[in-house]
């Protein structure tokens, strides 16, 4: 096969599901409340967000039916290489910023911590590995996390191997093999969540294979949603899919929870996006969606320094419900101004900027073919 096609042929974008863009701000906000909110209350079943987790099943899924409208029609003639160059180029500027963030965090935090117990071998170690996403759970303070400076890039790890598995094995397989790949990721679904009585897991070493029943099951099903042409029409709008996508998270806890967030995932999370990709969206809402979108994964991926700062603030200093509830709001709307920051100032020009370096090289290529 010729990888060197014209840049704009490789380089194209498609036009994005703003419903679906929008229901991803949702979700990253509510992983941001429940990480606050976990802090407050150890015994999920009384947090009123105590199912915030389960957005990151909603992310799963919904890449995989992005990936699938993106790339199922045109990763042949672009190639594997380009099309790692162009997730690479995506996903990595705002691992490598939620590394950075997370190290200041570890070394600076003014409500406790200490940063002394860890040899400066091992920080650097720790840090390298967060930013080439490479698991290193060794902090027993912090859970043991994969990603110990922070968290939520153990998603992301889940999320690479997606990729690479749809590169050279998914984006090729016929319907029906798609479909027993996910009727057995649904099986290692329900597994997963019976034997831990949640879904919790991943994003610890204990738990580092849960992760994989997750990222297996939502992407496949996200796949199969886009191939199957499963999009339902529908006049929900934005405002009535936010509210529906929010009821999962705030769903109470009973001694059923394994069946719950199994049928959430397995079936509502699927029928959300194959509803998002259906509805029509109002001109009014167009800007906030968009805006939704966009600050959805800088927000995921900055998020969680600031929430250790907070757990140790909480922890030491025992705040009264009337502090707590400000400090809690205040820290949320900083946190979507600071990601917007990033955003803005580092994310942006740094695709930018090797996304022009790639279009002049493939323009190089194809000049030199000419």
């Not at 498609?14 to 229901?23: P, T, V």
């Not at 990763?75 to 790692?84: H, S």
């Not at 110990?148 to 984006?171: K, R």
């Not at 979108?293 to 320094?305: D, E, N, Q, R």
Request: proline letters at 4%; glycine letters at 10%; a positive charge.
């Amino acid at each position: 096969m010729d990888t060197n096609k014209t840049s704009a042929t490789i380089l194209q974008t498609k036009q994005h599901f703003e419903i679906l863009d929008g229901l991803r701000g949702i979700a990253s906000l509510a992983v941001v409340i429940f990480h606050f909110m976990e802090w407050v209350y150890t015994d999920p079943g009384k947090n009123f967000i105590g199912h915030g987790f389960l957005a990151v099943d909603f992310f799963f899924c919904l890449s995989g039916f992005v990936i699938a409208y993106a790339y199922d029609d045109r990763l042949a003639k672009m190639g594997i290489l380009e099309f790692f160059k162009s997730r690479v180029i995506r996903l990595h500027p705002l691992v490598i910023a939620g590394s950075v963030l997370g190290l200041l965090a570890f070394l600076f935090d003014p409500f406790g911590g200490d940063p002394g117990l860890f040899s400066t071998g091992k920080i650097i170690l720790l840090f390298l590995c967060s930013a080439l996403l490479i698991p290193f759970p060794v902090m027993g303070d912090r859970g043991f996390n994969l990603f110990g400076l922070n968290a939520p890039s153990w998603s992301l790890f889940w999320e690479y191997a997606a990729n690479i598995v749809y590169a050279f094995v998914l984006c090729k397989i016929k319907r029906g093999y798609l479909i027993l790949l996910t009727i057995i990721s649904a099986a290692a679904i329900c597994f997963v969540c019976y034997r831990s009585g949640n879904l919790l897991g991943g994003w610890s070493g204990p738990t580092f294979w849960d992760g994989c029943a997750r990222i297996s099951y939502s992407f496949l099903a996200g796949l199969l949603i886009y191939r199957s042409n499963w999009i339902i029409r529908n006049k929900l709008g934005f405002v009535g899919l936010a509210i529906l996508l929010s009821l999962a998270f705030v769903m109470p806890f009973s001694s059923w929870n394994w069946l719950s967030e199994s049928l959430v995932v397995l079936f509502y999370f699927p029928l959300l996006i194959a509803l998002g990709a259906g509805a029509a969206l109002k001109p009014g809402l167009k800007k906030i969606c968009v805006f939704s979108g966009k600050i959805s994964y800088p927000l995921y991926m900055t998020h969680y320094a600031a929430l250790w700062m907070f757990g140790n603030y909480y922890t030491n200093h025992k705040p009264g419900s009337t502090e707590l509830a400000f400090v809690i709001i205040g820290g949320i709307v900083l946190l979507v101004g600071m990601a917007y920051l990033v955003m803005v100032v580092y994310d942006i020009p740094v695709r930018k900027y090797l996304s022009d370096r790639r279009k002049e090289r493939l323009a190089r290529q194809n000049a030199g073919n000419k």
